[in-house]
């Protein structure tokens, strides 16, 4: 009985050791964010932000901690604390390995730099980023775009990728700017996870400015973000599939607007809708037409989307009706790829003098900006240029000063301008009613006008 005893004795320390020795969930599967990166989810760039990120095995909810102070990392220093919504996130879907999680954070403060480290206190964190909000008053700012950064075509990858493209990300990176627009065809095939992780990835390293502020990425889907041979009305959920699980967008995430400031309204398109007779094209137009018109009083208006609208020196047919819209509401930069090369068109007015070339302001400049990284198209024939076309990778340079001109340029591979032009436009004036100072005085002088009457009256009485 007594030996009995002992081996049960024995055999309960035993499985006591050995369960001491399994490690913890926590410790058996930590899952740290494999890259990060920025988009906005609402049309608020001064107030939100939407943090993404890619986990390997584990799909908890995710989250992210922040503060306006650098906290270095440490989650028991962040002030701030955001739960990702269990209806957005996380993500995934057949070929990815893991999850792609989206948290969104509200309520933050224009014009001001934020510090955050994104993960899960059970799987772990990402080391410590910062971002700066959009501000709320005229200011100069600078934000760059570029399409096309793909890694090829018959033979992937092509010799001179992902160096090529990577080189172009460092270098918009170093111009410090506050966002980057993406015109489209990300990676060469929509489904291929392992060029998006790559891509993502790269935007991780290098798509970080000097001062160490992370660059938000304005995406427009492309025809490589969707299945080929490519639908005329494609399903976002099943044909284009990875684009729309990676990316946390405004509206129905095709096509969205977003302001910086209140000088710049971008208003992004898709023009993988190849049907102009389905329902998706025409709410698509008249969503455009009601956006323009709502954001007439912007200084400045720029459209993008990927497929280049002029061809031969001839508009696209299939893009009239958007031409038109642009005519009558005044655009004034419209910014596409597809074509891998940069062409700058002089300023064109399809409505009143088709393919003539207007003066600055009385047309819209249509500039096709495809050299981000995929390989070069040789020298294709030009379009009614004004530059180009240039067969160098290459990305646009756009600062909007605050005197109300905008300054565009084409930077090559090399860090030289191979193309730049100016716009000017005068300010509106400013309503007295409109400043705050001048109108609590207007208000303060008529409140004492109005007691110095009554005493008046009281007097003569």
């Known amino acids: 009985m007594g030996d009995r005893r002992l081996s049960m004795v024995l055999m309960g320390l035993l499985v006591f050791t050995h369960a001491c020795a399994i490690p913890s969930a926590e410790a058996e599967a930590p899952d740290p964010p494999a890259y990060v990166y920025l ?64 948290v969104e954070l509200t309520g933050l403060e224009p014009g001001t730099v934020y510090y955050f480290i994104a993960g899960h206190s059970s799987y772990g964190w990402s080391e410590e980023r910062a971002f700066r909000t959009a501000p709320a008053s005229r200011t100069s700012f600078r934000f760059v775009a570029a399409g096309d950064s793909h890694s090829g075509a018959d033979v992937r990858p092509y010799p001179e990728w992902p160096e090529s493209r990577d080189n172009n990300t ?112 025409q709410e698509q137009l008249e969503w455009l037409d009601a956006e323009l018109e709502a954001s007439k009083d912007y200084l400045w208006r720029v459209v993008i989307f990927h497929r280049r609208m002029v061809i031969g020196g001839t508009l696209e047919p299939r893009q009239e009706e958007w031409a038109f819209l642009f005519d009558r509401h005044r655009v004034d930069l419209v910014l596409s790829g597809h074509t891998h090369s940069y062409e700058r068109s002089h300023p064109l007015d399809w409505t009143r003098a088709p393919g003539e070339v207007m003066q600055p302001g009385d047309g819209v400049i249509y500039i096709i900006a495809g050299g981000w990284g995929g390989p070069m198209t040789g020298r294709p024939p030009a379009w009614s240029t004004a ?71 009281r007097e003569k009485r």
């Open 39 to 102: 988009t906005w989810a609402r049309d608020d760039t001064a107030r939100s932000i939407n943090i993404s990120w890619r986990t390997m095995k584990e799909g908890y909810l995710g989250e992210v901690l922040y503060d306006t102070e650098p906290r270095g990392g440490d989650p028991e220093l962040y002030r701030f604390r955001a739960v990702g919504d269990p209806d957005v996130t996380p993500v995934t879907y057949e070929g990815l390995e893991g999850y792609v999680h989206h």
């Open 170 to 281: 460092k270098l918009m990176a170093q111009q410090s700017p506050s966002f980057l627009l993406g015109l489209g065809d990300y990676a060469f095939y929509y489904n291929d996870q392992w060029e998006w992780d790559n891509w993502f990835r790269a935007l991780d390293n290098y798509l970080v400015t000097p001062e160490g502020l992370m660059v938000p990425i304005v995406p427009t889907v492309g025809n490589h973000e969707v299945v080929y041979p490519q639908p005329l009305d494609y399903d976002p959920e099943t044909e284009a599939t990875n684009y729309y699980a990676q990316f946390n967008l405004p509206g129905n995430e095709r096509w969205y607007a977003l302001s910086w400031g209140p000088d710049l309204r971008v208003v992004v398109l898709d023009s993988e809708v190849l049907n102009i007779r389905s329902e998706t094209w």
């Open 387 to 457: 530059a180009g076309p240039e067969a160098r990778f290459h990305h646009l340079v756009i600062d909007v000063f605050e005197n109300g001109t905008l300054r565009l340029r084409a930077i090559d591979s090399e860090g030289n301008a191979l193309d730049e032009f100016t716009l000017h436009k005068d300010l509106p004036a400013e309503s007295p009613a409109g400043s705050p100072m001048i109108a609590i005085f207007t208000v303060i002088i008529a409140v004492v006008a109005a007691g110095a009457i009554y005493f008046l009256k």
